[in-house]
């Protein structure tokens, strides 16, 4: 959803409370006195007007004054027996709005700040995935198409492999952790594998709960070294996030390219396509 639309919704929200809490004053305490109910509206919606954070030191305002005279109908015997729900809602139903439309309006400011430091972060550093601080998809495919090209060159002399480690039945996962927790695991999946990485090797998250190693010079006889030594250490991660032992479903998959014939019009799509295909036939971890 766009940020403008965020702030639309914030705006009408304010508007709708509005509505609400003052047309609950009007039956309970201002008792049928339109001329106090339009000049509280009138001031609000010129709160509105000027701005949100004006709207908010309106309210808060008017909370102080309705709370003072709301204690002090609830304080005198006189005025308790037969204004005490006007004094209740004097009480409780400003304040309570007022507040309202602070977190509505804090949430929103909060996503505001993110995106602009997302956005910067994504101008000053165009290949890197911000969720999980991997390399990004473009990145990954770039990446590819040199590597293709270096075996359809120098067959004799290069060769590189690629590992995928696959989130299975994600959304299930999502549903159950939520996006935050869900980013929070993407994240620490993707601290977790870049610990077991050699110094070259290049750790990438192209999206869909897939990450992708790309390791230049390992050849078919040291790749199965590097998966294994990945399956051995991946089976802690779930237990921080409070899935069970075997609730997360983890594939893995792996291609190499080592010779000239192989990589022959090969494209980069057909090379990712290869390797998801791969993770399909290998479970590291799965439901029982």
């Known amino acids: 959803m766009k940020f403008k639309s965020i702030d639309n919704i914030v705006f009408w929200a304010m508007i709708l409370i509005l509505i609400y809490q ?32 004006t709207y908010i030191l309106l309210g808060a305002v008017l909370s102080f004054v309705s709370m003072t005279a709301g204690g002090i109908l609830l304080a005198l015997p006189v005025t308790r027996a037969t204004y005490l ?6 009480l409780t139903i400003t304040p309570l709005t007022t507040y309202l439309m602070y977190l509505l309006d804090h949430q929103l400011l909060k996503r505001k700040i993110l995106a602009q430091e997302l956005e910067k972060l994504q101008q000053e550093k165009p290949d890197l995935e911000v969720i999980t601080g991997a390399l990004n998809e473009q990145a990954l495919e770039e990446a590819v198409q040199r590597e293709l090209k270096l075996v359809y060159y120098h067959e004799k002399d290069y060769k590189f492999t690629l590992t995928m480690v696959k989130i299975d039945f994600l959304e299930s996962l999502i549903n159950f952790l939520g996006n935050t927790q869900f980013n929070q695991l993407l994240r620490a999946t993707a601290q977790h594998v870049q610990t077991m990485l050699f110094t070259v090797d290049h750790l990438y998250y192209i ?13 078919t006889e040291n790749a199965p070294i590097m998966k294994q030594k990945i399956k ?19 594939r893995m998959g792996q291609v190499s390219y ?11 799509e057909d ?18």
């Open 271 to 288: 090379t990712l396509r290869e390797l998801d295909r791969s993770a399909e036939t290998d479970i590291v971890k799965e439901y029982l």
């Open 258 to 268: 080592s010779t000239q014939d192989k990589v022959h019009n090969y494209s980069v």
């Open 207 to 219: 999206g869909q709960g897939k990450f992708v190693i790309l390791s230049p010079m390992l050849g």
């Open 232 to 250: 051995n250490h991946i089976e802690d991660i779930a237990q921080e996030f409070g899935v069970a032992k075997n609730a997360l479903v983890l």
């Open 85 to 90: 729900w006007a004094a209740v809602a004097l």
């Open 22 to 53: 003052y047309t609950l004053l009007y039956l309970s305490a201002v008792s049928g006195a339109w001329s106090s109910f339009i000049i509280v509206i009138l001031a609000f919606g010129l709160g509105l007007l000027l701005g949100r954070m």
